[in-house]
Nanobody, 130 residues
Framework: DVQLQASGGGLVQAGGSLRLSCTAS????????IGWFRQGPWNEREGVSC????????YYADSVKGRFTMSRDNAKNTVYLQMDNVKPEDTGVYYC???????????????????????WGQGTEVTVSS
C-alpha cells in the first residue's frame, strides 16, 4: 500500500514554531516528487513547499519563504516542514502529497499543480493563535 502519514500539527502562538513530519510507506520518498500543501478554512489547497526528485531543488511559496524549511531524512523515509515565526494566516490543514510522475518543470510546478498528485496523506491540523 502506498501511503503518506502526516503528523506534528497542533496549536501554536503567533511567532512560535512547529515541525511537521510526513512518513512514506510503500515507496521511497526520494524516488517521488513530494511536497507540503495546506488548506485554510476559506481557501483552496495551496502548495507550501515542494522538492523535485530530478534536481533536489526545494521550492517555497512566497508566503512562507524565509520562515518555513523543508528537509528530508531518507533513512527514515520522512520529509519535514519546520515552521518558524508562524502567523495566524498559516492556520489550516497541512497535507503531504507526492507523485511518481515527472513533469521536468521543476519543483515549483508540483506545488502549483497539486491536482496531479496521486499520493496523499490524511492531513494534520495547524492552528496559530494571535
Amino acid at each position: 500500500d502506498v501511503q503518506l502519514q502526516a503528523s506534528g500539527g497542533g496549536l501554536v502562538q503567533a511567532g512560535g514554531s512547529l515541525r511537521l513530519s510526513c512518513t512514506a510507506s510503500g515507496f521511497t520518498s526520494d524516488t517521488a516528487n513530494i511536497g507540503w500543501f495546506r488548506q485554510g478554512p476559506w481557501n483552496e489547497r495551496e502548495g507550501v513547499s515542494c522538492v523535485s526528485r530530478d534536481d533536489d531543488i526545494i521550492y517555497y511559496a512566497d508566503s512562507v519563504k524565509g520562515r518555513f524549511t523543508m528537509s528530508r531524512d531518507n533513512a527514515k523515509n520522512t520529509v519535514y516542514l519546520q515552521m518558524d515565526n508562524v502567523k495566524p494566516e498559516d492556520t489550516g490543514v497541512y497535507y503531504c502529497g507526492a507523485t511518481k510522475f515527472s513533469s521536468k518543470k521543476g519543483s515549483g510546478w508540483y506545488c502549483g499543480s497539486w491536482r496531479y498528485l496521486e499520493i496523499w496523506g490524511q492531513g494534520t491540523e495547524v492552528t496559530v493563535s494571535s
